[in-house]
């Protein structure tokens, strides 16, 4: 859809107010967990990455402050967005999770779904949910005990089956900063002592990711969450909403006070997860990294580390462990510009100290290209 007399918004410009709303163009000084609401949560398919993530956003960040909220149960790990696991508050747990179930059951019947013929669902979900409350399962273990019961179905779908119908949250130690243990699970309202309410309305949740990821298309909109058919409830919200042009002519919605910086912003450089939200949760990702550089990015099941370099990710990161000393190697995609060489060296010794406290630590910068 076209808006002909609606404001342009460049490519950069549109970077910059990503860039403002993510926390990324200065470090915040918001308390952990208002962070996380604000961000409508953090990608957490690696448990280290929100760690990363909120190191790049927030000022004085703690790892361990992360780690108690989620050992108090004040945020939890769970499947929301696109299906993939989040780190949430706990207040947002049962409304994110109602609100994304049919994402994540169109997810299993697409899948593990069509190998479950002839079992009633609601029945597996129902003996899950008997057996997470005694204690957490590993999915597993929780298919091999579902498959005593249907043993005629593979373990694995039967596990599937139970993650699609039921709120499960992933339980620490899994999670923690430097500490580790097993992808074990229960019930979103066994863990938490809450019982989930209705699913919130989707445009209130929309008008969150405008505030976290505006402005935006309704196609960003649906690839951030997974959700179709929600150009009928952003119709809904468009009398509340600024609209803008992109510079190919596709309307972008918008908060009415959200922050538009100047496009001449200075971008610092910032180091981001592997699965950081800021690459993932627009159709379009060109405002923040060039399409050409997707590839270095994106893998298979996986994706890459990666750096900020004037406001776009530019390059990508690992660390290297050898007894005794960490080394960050960045690997740029084209020539650093100058002015980003000193905060690049400063950023990299920020990660390495949260990273690698105890070690001698190294940064190592390879040839800029493929």
């Not at 080394?327 to 060296?345: C, G, N, S």
């Amino acid at each position: 859809m076209t808006t002909s007399g609606a404001p342009v918004l460049t490519n950069r410009a549109l970077n910059r107010a990503l860039l403002e709303r993510q926390l990324l163009l200065r470090r915040s000084g918001l308390p952990v967990l208002d962070a996380v609401e604000h961000l409508v949560g953090l990608q957490a398919q690696s448990p280290g990455d929100p760690y990363y993530g909120l190191a790049a956003r927030l000022d004085g960040f703690d790892p361990e402050e992360l780690s108690a909220l989620l050992a108090s149960r004040a945020a939890v790990r769970i499947p929301v967005m696109r299906s993939t696991i989040h780190l949430v508050s706990a207040r947002d747990c049962h409304g994110l999770r109602a609100l994304c179930r049919p994402v994540i059951e169109r997810s299993f019947r697409s899948n593990h779904g069509k190998r479950l013929a002839g079992t009633d669902p609601a029945d597996v979900a129902g003996l899950a949910a008997r057996l997470v409350a005694e204690r957490p399962y590993t999915f597993h273990h929780l298919g091999q005990a579902l498959a005593e019961e249907w043993p005629e179905h593979a373990p694995q779908d039967l596990a599937m089956a139970a993650r699609a119908l039921l709120p499960l949250v992933q339980v620490p130690p899994r999670g923690l900063w430097g500490r580790s243990g097993p992808a074990a699970h229960t019930t979103a309202g066994h863990w938490l002592g809450t019982e989930p309410g209705p699913a919130p309305g989707p445009g209130a949740v929309l008008l969150r990711y405008l505030a976290a990821f505006g402005p935006a298309s309704v196609k960003d909109m649906q690839k951030w969450c997974g959700l179709t058919g929600l150009r009928t409830v952003a119709d809904g919200l468009r009398p509340g909403l600024r609209t803008f042009r992109d510079e190919h002519g596709t309307e972008l919605l918008d908060l009415p006070d959200a922050p538009l910086p100047d496009p001449a912003t200075d971008a610092p450089v910032r180091f981001l997860p592997e699965f950081d939200n800021i690459s993932l949760s627009h159709a379009d990702r060109a405002r923040i990294v060039d399409p050409a550089h997707l590839r270095r990015i994106q893998r298979v099941n996986r994706a890459a580390p990666a750096v900020l370099l004037d406001g776009f990710l530019r390059a990508v990161w690992r660390l290297e462990r050898e007894p005794g000393t960490t080394t960050l190697v960045v690997e740029p995609f084209e020539k650093i510009r100058r002015a980003d060489r000193a905060p690049l060296e400063e950023e990299a010794a920020r990660v390495l100290a949260m990273a690698a406290p105890g070690d001698e630590h190294d940064v190592r910068v390879m040839p800029a290209g493929d």
